[in-house]
């Protein structure tokens, strides 16, 4: 939209977004939750990208608290070079330069800050971090593109950091090998397609196989699904359409009405391999994502029989493995298609699972599974927590709650309806499962008073 701009004087309000003086020789006294540092001085406080504490450093005010940085005079002795060329243009990452520790340490200070703020708790004993690759190890990734029609230009990459712009890199330092092999054969065919014109993001994940997603506008004509289908047993992939509406399911380029057993994707839990379809939840690190199961079940120490209940169960992640280990499991999630390949993944190992869809924000009254009886209770909700559902939990009074967190504020509000209710935090892991990022996942074990 154009502009239009007067010749008037300027006046109070013409002169209110006149970009403010620059600040000069700050001291940096710490890093936020977003991973941003923090300068308090006589015109209040700042967040800057980039900046780490003890720092001494130029900035530019933007808005109301946020700064770019400009200049660092005194470097921090955990600051280092980013591995990454396109670090600072990209916004996938925030913290590559901060120090491995010193991000590890960081995550686990946030989640000790929230839990005391709003729960009033430490955890009586934190393990040690649990850890794996720092770099290469994100198994999903999620791709923007736009199509210039009138030049003839395809854009394919990443969003930089709250912008629409994109980055186009060759290569991501924090993906699977897997997944930057696919980068520059996408760019080179999506061009030729008629389908680029009406082409949303990609989606790329390497589980037990390889697949892409394309989210479409349209269904694509014979010769897109052709040239698509060639692509595919060029590069050992699998194709998935998500065409129309965004609730509309993703279909297998090869079926597009009905998936079969074949073209499920499955990926590997503790001791299963487990089918699922694009859209659902799963975890960026495989590896790390099974060391974070055994840790959970250490924890809940599943015996023979013993009935549990997990909420926000998804496909089985920790369900069958729980099963497994000769629980009785009873499964809630919210998502219906999860719920039946859940049932599926239960069947192919031969345990006993009752599962069952709920919306586990809504009261629980209605539904039977919610008047029995259950020692243990493990649940792994979205960044959103439970803020409903963890009322319900402490009315059953389990005698042990194991909570996989991915949002500490959420997880320390949660917290706090536990502690209300009589239960302690027993032992808190951080499991560094977005290296680089300030993003965290926590695992905690929340035990009920004698």
């Known amino acids: 939209m154009?502009?239009?701009?007067?010749?008037?004087?300027?006046?109070?309000?013409?002169?209110?977004?006149?970009?403010?003086?620059?600040?000069?020789?700050q001291l940096v006294v710490g890093l936020d939750h977003q991973g941003r540092g923090v300068v308090r001085g006589e015109r209040g406080v700042r967040f800057v990208r980039g900046a780490l504490p003890n720092e001494v450093i130029d900035l530019q005010p933007q808005g109301k608290y946020d700064a770019q940085l400009l200049?660092?005079?005194?470097?921090?002795?955990?600051?280092?070079?980013?591995?990454?060329?396109?670090?600072?243009?990209?916004?996938?990452?925030?913290?590559?330069?901060l120090a491995l520790p010193a991000q590890r340490q960081h995550k686990?200070?946030?989640?000790?800050?929230?839990?005391?703020?709003?729960?009033?708790?430490?955890?009586?004993?934190?393990?040690?971090?649990?850890?794996?690759?720092?770099?290469?190890?994100?198994?999903?990734?999620?791709?923007?593109t736009h199509w210039d029609a009138k030049?003839?230009?395809?854009?394919?990459?990443l969003r930089a950091q709250a912008s629409k712009t994109i980055v186009a890199m060759d290569n991501c330092v924090i993906a699977v090998p897997e997944l930057n092999e696919l980068l520059e054969p996408l760019r080179a065919l999506l061009p030729q397609l008629k389908l680029v014109s009406m082409l949303g993001h990609i989606e790329l994940l390497q589980t037990e196989q390889r697949l892409i997603v394309l989210r479409l506008q349209a269904t694509p004509d014979d010769a897109d699904r052709q040239a698509l289908a060639t692509f595919a047993n060029q590069h050992g992939v699998q194709v998935?359409?998500?065409?129309?509406?965004?609730?509309?399911v993703p279909t297998p380029l090869s079926c597009e009405k009905t998936a079969s057993e074949h073209s499920t994707p499955r990926y590997q839990t503790l001791g299963a391999e487990l089918d699922f379809q694009p859209g659902d939840f799963?975890?960026?690190?495989?590896?790390?994502?099974?060391?974070?199961?055994?840790?959970?079940?250490?924890?809940?120490?599943?015996?023979?029989?013993?009935?549990?209940?997990?909420?926000?169960?998804?496909s089985g992640n920790f369900t069958i493995p729980l099963a497994l280990a000769g629980a009785q499991i009873t499964a809630i999630e919210g998502v219906p298609s999860m719920v039946q390949r859940l049932q599926r993944n239960a069947e192919r190992y031969a345990v006993k699972v009752s599962?069952?869809?709920?919306?586990?924000?809504?009261?629980?009254?209605?539904?039977?599974?919610?008047?029995?009886?259950?020692?243990?209770?493990?649940l792994d909700p979205a960044r959103a927590g439970a803020p409903h559902a963890i009322r319900e939990v402490a009315k059953l009074q389990p005698q042990r709650i194991i909570y996989v967190s991915c949002a500490p504020d959420t997880l320390?509000?949660?917290?706090?309806?536990?502690?209300e209710s009589g239960y302690q935090l027993r032992q808190a892991q951080i499991i560094d499962m977005f290296p680089q990022t300030h993003h965290i996942e926590c695992l905690t074990w929340f035990e009920r008073e004698a």
């Open 355 to 378: 599962a069952f869809h709920a919306d586990l924000e809504q009261n629980w009254n209605t539904y039977p599974w919610a008047g029995q009886s259950y020692r243990k209770v493990l």
């Open 240 to 248: 998935w359409l998500h065409c129309g509406a965004p609730n509309n």
């Open 108 to 144: 686990q200070r946030v989640v000790r800050e929230l839990l005391h703020k709003f729960a009033g708790i430490d955890a009586q004993h934190w393990l040690e971090p649990l850890t794996d690759q720092p770099l290469a190890y994100r198994r999903r990734l999620r791709l923007a």
């Open 282 to 314: 799963l975890q960026a690190q495989a590896t790390l994502s099974e060391k974070m199961v055994g840790q959970a079940l250490a924890w809940l120490d599943p015996q023979a029989g013993e009935a549990i209940l997990e909420l926000y169960s998804g």
């Open 412 to 419: 320390a509000r949660d917290a706090k309806v536990l502690v």
């Open 2 to 25: 154009a502009q239009f701009y007067s010749s008037r004087k300027p006046g109070r309000k013409a002169t209110a977004h006149t970009k403010a003086p620059a600040l000069q020789q």
């Open 71 to 97: 200049r660092i005079h005194r470097g921090a002795d955990e600051r280092v070079d980013a591995p990454c060329k396109y670090y600072g243009e990209c916004g996938g990452c925030d913290l590559q330069h």
């Open 151 to 157: 030049r003839r230009r395809f854009q394919l990459g």
